[in-house]
């Protein structure tokens, strides 16, 4: 009798210093996670929900917040006749051929620098360059070198004898593809990088059986080397999808939609149309389709995965 | 075979330097253009290497002249290098809670941590403005410094290196009757340094090349960082473009240097993050 009596004292200390610690745990925690939270809480998750709210309404900041009208699904219909939005989110596609061409220039590379050359390292740094360098002074530069009269691609070209080269930037069929050029080659340091550890990953003895094997090198990249990589390829995909579509600040610099809009982009209209035209509630439904876009890229990449990567 | 494979290997290395000058040719161009008097910028053929040089005047113009670009210079130091010890300070502190310590909701907030990372920042840029100007942190350093600094990007990466720190290490620190704050500095911190120098460097990089954010949450120019800087001062410059690139050049050496310097770490970081997703 008395040893249960103690026994039941002694399990309501432990619970009691079980709950205690717990509590002390559960503190602990909030005051680890508490500055992280709180930032996100007042820097995005707020203001998700209010570009949610303000992309039904009809409102400008300066207006005040008693002038703001909801009008439902207006601004979304209004969208969709929008020549300038339809023409940016028609570039944003465009924009997202930059992907596939610089995985395929980068895997390439990532091979030939993994196996076929010294001086790895330095190579490594020669193509990373253009990602680390600023996408202002890169885009500063290339609208000199892009020139059309006297820049030095044209000069170039003239010097080979094209009489009439294009003026890139200037011109209405050309600038987005310049563009895009640009964005492939300050791209492609990153997708090596990261390529090349994807191929450091790689077992050697796969390779070695296929010496065995006597498969050639063809065979090797085609069996081996790129079904081994194919998570890494379609990681690079999807994070370069989503990163097309936030493209800004090139095409800022670079062009400012010019020329005839033939270079505007989903978020350089909605910069202009929120900071500059300051029509709050249609840039708010304008960043809510971007968010859309986003989201379905990401909802493929978490269906994609289990479905198509080979591991 | 052996005495084959060499070959290839010089031949392959000889051609890929030459991709690799081809690659880095707008830099080279760029440098150039910066040590040239104005009139031979467009001189065509390139004179890559100077035959008159410029330098002197034309660093001196950019850094002494109209635009203040030390002042740049110094914003751009002052709000990269807070912005990085804040991030990694809170991020740490989050992968440490997220990893370590056991509390109610854990996972609910880990969840909504993990959807702000799918939130396109250009996508709330307009509310972030609002709320800024309401908290008066609308054209200030220190507005600029919190947008930096709260990601949930150094919370992931750093989370998986807290994770990979074995339990029993922290249990035994537990017996001795150590607390979560002495076990986070004492404990893991040390464990995790080369992460958190592989995140400080990028996060740092992303500062300072930071453009769309100063545009937007900064107006005057005494604040401006030198990527606003060097826009205005290019479109501002009108056709000097020897002093365009001098400033162009100044904008990219910095990191440059620190690229150099640390490439281990950003290198790391960046396959790291690529492969682990």
Redesign the interface.
């Known amino acids: 009798m008395d040893n249960t009596i103690t026994k039941t004292a002694e399990s309501k200390r432990t619970a009691r210093v079980r709950s205690a610690t717990k509590r002390r745990e559960t503190l602990s925690g909030y005051l680890f996670i508490g500055p992280m939270f709180l930032g996100l809480l007042i820097l995005t998750i707020i203001p998700t929900i209010i570009t949610f709210i303000l992309s039904f309404s009809d409102w400008s900041f300066i207006a005040g917040v008693d002038k703001l009208k909801f009008t439902g699904f207006r601004n979304f219909s209004r969208l969709f006749d929008d020549h300038v939005f339809l023409v940016s989110l028609k570039n944003n596609l465009y924009l997202l051929l930059v992907v596939p061409v610089q995985l395929i220039i980068s895997l390439a590379l990532a091979v030939i620098i993994d196996k076929l050359v010294y001086l790895k390292n330095f190579f490594k740094i020669i193509f990373f360059l253009p990602y680390i360098s600023s996408i202002v002074a890169v885009s500063i530069c290339f609208q000199l070198l892009f020139q059309p009269s006297y820049g030095p691609i044209n000069q170039f070209l003239r010097s080979l004898g094209v009489s009439n080269p294009p003026t890139w930037l200037a011109d209405i069929h050309y600038a987005l593809p310049s563009v895009m050029v640009i964005m492939v080659w300050v791209g492609i340091g990153f997708c090596l990088i990261v390529y090349m550890a994807a191929l450091q990953s790689i077992p050697k003895d796969l390779y070695e059986s296929a010496d065995i094997d006597g498969a050639g090198a063809w065979t090797r990249f085609a069996r081996i080397t790129f079904p081994m990589v194919s998570p890494t390829t379609f990681f690079l995909l999807v994070t370069g999808f989503i990163s097309s579509f936030k493209a800004f600040d090139i095409i800022k610099v670079l062009t400012e939609g010019r020329p005839a809009y033939s270079t505007s982009v989903v978020t350089y209209y909605l910069y202009t149309t929120a900071f500059e035209n300051l029509k709050t509630g249609y840039a708010s439904s304008m960043a809510l389709i971007l968010f859309g876009f986003v989201l379905l890229i990401t909802l493929f990449q978490m269906y994609g995965q289990k479905k198509w990567v080979n591991y | 075979m052996d005495k084959r494979k060499k070959g290839?290997?010089?031949v392959?290395?000889i051609l890929?330097l030459l991709a690799?000058v081809a690659?880095?040719l707008?830099?080279l161009?760029?440098i150039s253009?910066s040590f040239k008097p104005e009139i031979d910028?467009?001189k065509?053929?390139?004179e890559w290497i100077p035959k008159h040089w410029n330098v002197y005047e034309n660093y001196s113009e950019v850094w002494f002249g109209e635009h203040p670009f030390g002042i740049y210079y110094w914003n751009t130091v002052k709000v990269s290098v807070i912005t990085t010890l804040v991030s990694v300070w809170?991020?740490s502190?989050?992968a440490?809670?997220?990893s370590h310590?056991?509390?109610?909701g854990?996972n609910a907030?880990f969840l909504?941590?993990l959807m702000?990372f799918?939130?396109?920042?250009?996508?709330?840029?307009?509310?972030?403005?609002?709320?800024f100007?309401w908290l008066r942190l609308f054209d200030s350093h220190l507005g600029l410094i919190?947008?930096g600094?709260?990601s949930?990007l150094g919370?992931f990466m750093l989370r998986q290196f807290f994770l990979g720190i074995h339990k029993d290490y922290l249990e035994a620190a537990k017996l001795d009757g150590a607390?979560?704050?002495r076990i986070?500095l004492q404990i893991t911190i040390p464990l995790v340094k080369p992460a958190l120098a592989t995140y400080a460097i990028l996060r740092f990089?992303w500062t300072?090349?930071d453009?769309?954010n100063p545009?937007?949450f900064l107006r005057s120019d005494r604040l401006a960082t030198?990527?606003i800087g060097?826009?205005k001062f290019?479109s501002e410059s009108g056709v000097y473009?020897s002093l365009?690139?001098a400033g162009?050049?100044s904008?990219?050496l910095p990191?440059?240097l620190i690229?150099?310097v640390g490439?281990k770490q950003?290198?790391e970081g960046?396959?790291?993050g690529?492969?682990k997703?």
């Open positions: 290839i290997r010089t392959t290395t890929m690799g690659f880095v707008p830099f161009w760029m253009a910028v467009f065509y053929p390139i809170i991020s502190m989050a440490y809670g997220f310590v056991d509390f109610k854990k907030m909504l941590v702000t799918m939130v396109p920042s250009y996508s709330i840029i307009v509310p972030q403005f609002m709320i100007r919190l947008i600094s709260f949930a919370t607390g979560h704050a986070f990089i300072w090349n453009y769309a545009l937007i030198i990527q060097i826009q290019a473009y365009i690139m162009t050049v904008a990219i990191l440059l690229f150099i490439q950003v290198i960046i396959a790291m690529g492969v997703g």
